[in-house]
């Protein structure tokens, strides 16, 4: 087991004493409790390798007497802890991030100070496509006004060939927000792209998108496993963000007809380019509040076989629901990131007809106390009911020799 030497003062792992095993066997505790009077709970789908995961890294500026420093914030505070060396994050994103540091410091930068309202410095957004290779750099600065950028860029870009996008963001804020409200690209197209069960996606600097590859593309995969699709079948991705689960989810299955919808604006532009980009031409996505669009759906007698959905924390809603029983989908796969509220809307969807039929928590971020959840649920009218195919014994005896032949390599 590794050990990290800022533990106590971070905060940001949980778990960190825990053997993974041993974090495995908890999450899978927690889900079970909440979820096995409502369906059966699969064993916990872990990472292969849980250290390094985290494609998304940002630190923040500060000072330590003269002295430039720059880490993550401590949890629940505004601290900064300084460790090149964190077990979560990529580990070459951590070392753009170090460099950026050293090369403030080489160019005589100054931390913004959030009390005096005074320096230039405020953070340091790295993201890396881990199917790609490709880095994006986001350096969030207190004014546009940058002296020897373009020595910095430079120095950067010789350093690591890697980062394919540099953007400065403007961030005169005085909340929590990392990103302000402008963002000028220097360097590169603004965006990156990375790759997901074989489906290219753009990453812009806003843009929600997991954090954890490998684990996201087990996520998906079960997800898609669980939908069952059909060639021909029509399917809505609700919550849909830049329109990952629903892009591979049709891009696995012939002639599927996939809706998207998400309320930020900005992500259903990414997702109409990813779709545009897979050569994915059946796809529409649709700005909008997933329940409002559900119930106008419902009223318009609109028709899906397949309903994903993957809410925020908070989960959907009654009227979410009450809509699904309404447009009668075969079967809805919930993606869930909080169990608690996933029991809650588990319960409301078997009153409206939808049997949940299995759950699998997937590990999303080792180290830490959450945990992801994947639920079939199928409805219940006779001529809408289907076979639960899912192989999922396959899908761990595949796992298992998987890891087999790793651990023999
Ligand atoms: N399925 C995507 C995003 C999941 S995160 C993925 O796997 O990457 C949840 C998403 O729900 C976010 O993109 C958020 O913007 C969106 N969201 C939050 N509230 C919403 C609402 N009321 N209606 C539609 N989308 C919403």
């Known amino acids: 087991?590794?050990?990290?030497?800022?533990?106590?003062?971070?905060?940001?792992?949980?778990?960190?004493?825990?053997?993974?095993?041993?974090?495995?066997?908890?999450?899978?505790?927690?889900?079970?409790?909440?979820?096995?009077?409502?369906?059966?709970?699969?064993?916990?789908?872990?990472?292969?390798?849980?250290?390094?995961?985290?494609?998304?890294?940002?630190w923040a500026f500060g000072h330590q007497g003269p002295h430039l420093i720059a880490g993550r914030y401590a949890e629940g505070s505004h601290k900064i802890i300084e460790n090149d060396h964190c077990?979560?994050?990529?580990?070459?994103?951590?070392?753009?991030?170090?460099?950026?540091?050293?090369?403030?410091?080489?160019?005589?930068?100054?931390?913004?100070?959030?009390?005096?309202?005074?320096?230039?410095?405020?953070r340091v957004l790295v993201r890396k496509g881990m199917a790609t290779g490709e880095v994006m750099v986001v350096l969030v600065l207190a004014s546009p006004i940058f002296p020897g950028k373009k020595g910095f860029i430079k120095s950067l870009l010789e350093k690591h060939p890697s980062v394919k996008t540099m953007l400065i963001n403007i961030n005169t804020r005085t909340d929590s927000m990392?990103?302000?409200?402008?963002?000028?690209?220097?360097?590169?197209?603004?965006?990156?792209?990375?790759?997901?069960?074989?489906?290219?996606?753009?990453?812009?600097?806003?843009?929600?998108?997991?954090?954890?590859?490998?684990?996201?593309?087990?996520?998906?995969?079960?997800a898609i496993e669980a939908a069952g699709l059909q060639s021909g079948e029509?399917?809505?991705?609700?919550?849909?963000?830049?329109?990952?689960?629903?892009?591979?989810?049709?891009?696995?299955?012939?002639?599927?007809?996939?809706?998207?919808?998400?309320?930020?604006?900005?992500?259903?532009?990414?997702?109409?380019?990813?779709?545009?980009?897979?050569?994915?031409?059946?796809?529409?996505?649709?700005?909008?509040?997933?329940?409002?669009?559900m119930m106008d759906a419902a009223a318009r007698k609109e028709s899906y076989d397949v309903v994903f959905l993957d809410p925020p924390r908070s989960g959907?809603?009654?009227?979410?629901?009450?809509?699904?029983?309404?447009?009668?989908?075969?079967?809805?796969?919930y993606v869930s990131c909080d169990p608690e509220t996933l029991a809650r809307?588990?319960?409301?969807?078997?009153?409206?007809?939808?049997?949940?039929?299995?759950?699998?928590?997937?590990?999303?971020f080792p180290f830490t106390s959450h945990v992801e959840t994947v639920c079939l649920l199928s409805n219940r009218k006779p001529d809408a009911r289907v076979k639960i195919d899912v192989d999922l014994e396959d899908y761990y005896r595949i796992k298992d020799e998987q890891k087999k032949n790793k651990a023999s390599e």
Do not use: W
């Not at 053997?19 to 409502?38: F, H, M």
């Not at 080489?106 to 009390?115: G, L, N, P, V």
């Not at 959907?316 to 796969?333: D, G, M, Q």
């Open 1 to 58: 087991m590794m050990t990290c030497p800022v533990t106590k003062t971070c905060g940001g792992c949980e778990y960190i004493s825990q053997e993974y095993k041993k974090q495995l066997e908890t999450k899978e505790k927690r889900v079970r409790d909440l979820l096995s009077s409502l369906c059966p709970v699969r064993p916990a789908v872990g990472a292969d390798d849980p250290y390094f995961y985290r494609n998304k890294v940002h």
């Open 178 to 222: 990392i990103l302000g409200d402008k963002t000028i690209c220097e360097f590169g197209r603004g965006s990156i792209r990375d790759g997901l069960l074989g489906v290219k996606f753009k990453i812009s600097p806003e843009s929600f998108y997991q954090i954890n590859h490998d684990q996201t593309e087990k996520l998906y995969s079960l």
């Open 87 to 122: 077990l979560l994050e990529d580990k070459e994103c951590a070392e753009i991030l170090s460099d950026i540091r050293d090369l403030a410091i080489k160019f005589k930068m100054q931390a913004y100070d959030e009390r005096t309202k005074r320096g230039l410095l405020r």
């Open 345 to 364: 809307d588990l319960k409301e969807f078997k009153k409206r007809g939808y049997d949940p039929q299995y759950a699998i928590p997937v590990d999303m």
């Open 316 to 333: 959907t809603t009654p009227e979410f629901i009450s809509a699904c029983e309404k447009l009668s989908p075969k079967r809805i796969v």
């Open 234 to 293: 029509k399917i809505l991705d609700a919550y849909c963000g830049i329109g990952t689960i629903g892009l591979c989810a049709a891009s696995s299955c012939k002639d599927i007809r996939l809706t998207g919808v998400e309320l930020n604006r900005a992500a259903i532009a990414d997702a109409k380019e990813n779709a545009k980009m897979n050569g994915m031409e059946k796809t529409r996505f649709i700005a909008a509040d997933a329940t409002k669009y």
